[in-house]
Nanobody, 127 residues
Framework: QVQLVESGGGLVQTGGSLTLSCAAS????????IAWFRQAPGKEREGVSC?????????YYEDSVKGRFSISWDNAKNTAYLQMNGLKPEDTGVYYC???????????????????WGQGTLVTVSS
């Protein structure tokens, strides 16, 4: 059974940094893409970033986080990371990691693609 557990959220000032972790268990080779989503209060969930566990390493970043966020995957620890720098108040929200075994492999980063979700970790950026 696939389980994803996020951690690392918290309160940070504008311009600060946080690193989110997503510890995964129960993954099979078919679980290609590991994605981060976020949901701000009163808004729909949006895809932030995605990394492929296959060797070609397809990586996606939503436009608003390009150059500020960095996604990575540690095979030895079965953990995904989202390094967030230059945080802005609009980055505030609950951040979720997710995976799928439909072969989409980060070519589509939308909620409906993903089968397994973590419980989320809250990131609050104060102005």
């Amino acid at each position: 059974q696939v389980q994803l557990v996020e951690s690392g959220g918290g309160l940070v000032q504008t311009g600060g940094s946080l690193t989110l972790s997503c510890a995964a268990s129960g993954l099979t080779p078919d679980h290609y893409g590991i994605a981060w989503f976020r949901q701000a209060p009163g808004k729909e969930r949006e895809g932030v970033s995605c990394i492929s566990r296959r060797t070609d390493g397809v990586i996606y970043y939503e436009d608003s986080v390009k150059g500020r966020f960095s996604i990575s995957w540690d095979n030895a620890k079965n953990t995904a990371y989202l390094q967030m720098n230059g945080l802005k108040p609009e980055d505030t929200g609950v951040y979720y990691c997710a995976t799928e075994h439909n072969g989409i492999d980060c070519t589509i980063v939308a909620g409906w693609v993903y089968d397994y979700w973590g419980q989320g970790t809250l990131v609050t950026v104060s102005s």
